[in-house]
């Protein structure tokens, strides 16, 4: 081989590698080719899993998940967590519920989630900017406390009957497109634009990437993780309207177990549960990857009590995908 040879083959090795490098980097890359692969082995599987319905259904299931996911997606990459969305979207669904059903319309109800998820996320923001408590002890706190809120407001008693126009949001249709679809693509363009072009948007991933340095060089560091949470509780209010749209009343369990998948969707997404990298495409990926890896296993006759352990598994895969990658691109852990 001749020097010119030599250094051409060694041009292309650097750039290979540099590419592979560029690929790593992007948080949503590994989610959205595991999704790709889903897509393939489910449609081998089942004949209707790629029907316009089926895909129709995968994306109407997952907007609940995937408005909330993009929220706490934020909290994440500020190096936080907040695993009390589950109860938080049941008690903003239950004040919603509640307010429709004696006032009807959907403003009345909408604002009353709405303020109701903000005063949570407030709540949450407070306890933790303030009192200094770790994120995972005032939102597993919250967690059992909101449920039983909803338990002293309700009795115990399921509210039913909600009113048709208080459904729009879950129901409605805009030029044959879903209104939660379109909820979750606005929130999901919203949130990027915010997330990548604000000051608050960038000093998230300061602030998770680097906590003393942020508060070396001056940034609301406590303000900016005040505002993670606020900004979960007010997502989780949109979400609740969805929900009691689409369901047309609501349980005094509703939202159990939601907080472990909103957590998967934003790990396996692609964002770090370390903080400082992510992106609001990677939590929207991975609440469509879950939809699909649920919807899959329906249709292949896997048992629902499989669902739970499959989440686990895929949490603590994207973990340790995070951490190898994390070595492989030389940032430390």
Known sequence: MSEAQASTAGSRSSSAGAALRRWLSWPAAPALVFLALLLI???????????????????????VLGIIAMAVNQVILGAEIDISTGSMMGLCA????????????????LLAAVVVG????????????????????????????????????????????????????GLG?????????????????????????????????????????????GLPVDRTRFMTFVLVGVCVGVAAMVFIGRTGGVQTNAGAGLELQVIAAVVIGGTSIAG????????????VLIGTILNGMILIG?????????LGALILLAITGDVLRRRVLGVEA
């Not at 899993?49 to 109407?60: R, V």
């Not at 406390?145 to 729009?168: D, H, K, Q």
């Open 94 to 109: 239950m004040v919603a519920g509640i307010v429709a059903t004696n006032y009807g319309g959907l403003i009345l109800p």
């Open 173 to 217: 249709t805009i030029f044959g497109v879903s209104i939660p679809l379109i909820i979750l693509l606005a929130l999901f363009v919203v949130l990027s634009l915010v997330s990548r072009n604000t000051i608050w948007g960038r000093n998230v991933y300061a602030v998770g990437g680097n906590r003393a340095a942020s508060r070396l060089v």
């Open 302 to 310: 896997v048992p629902g009590i499989w669902q739970s352990a499959v």
């Open 118 to 169: 903000a005063l949570a996320g407030a709540l949450n923001g407070f306890l933790l900017t303030v009192g200094r408590v770790p994120a995972i002890i005032v939102t597993l706190g919250m967690l059992y406390a909101l449920r039983g809120v909803i338990l002293l407001i309700t009795g115990g008693e399921w509210v039913s009957g909600i009113p048709a126009e208080t459904r729009f949001l």
């Open 41 to 63: 082995a489910f449609s081998v599987g089942t004949e209707s899993f790629l029907s316009i319905g089926n895909l129709q259904s995968i994306l109407t299931s997952v907007t």
């Open 276 to 287: 400082g990298r992510g992106s609001t495409l990677a939590a929207l990926t991975g609440a």
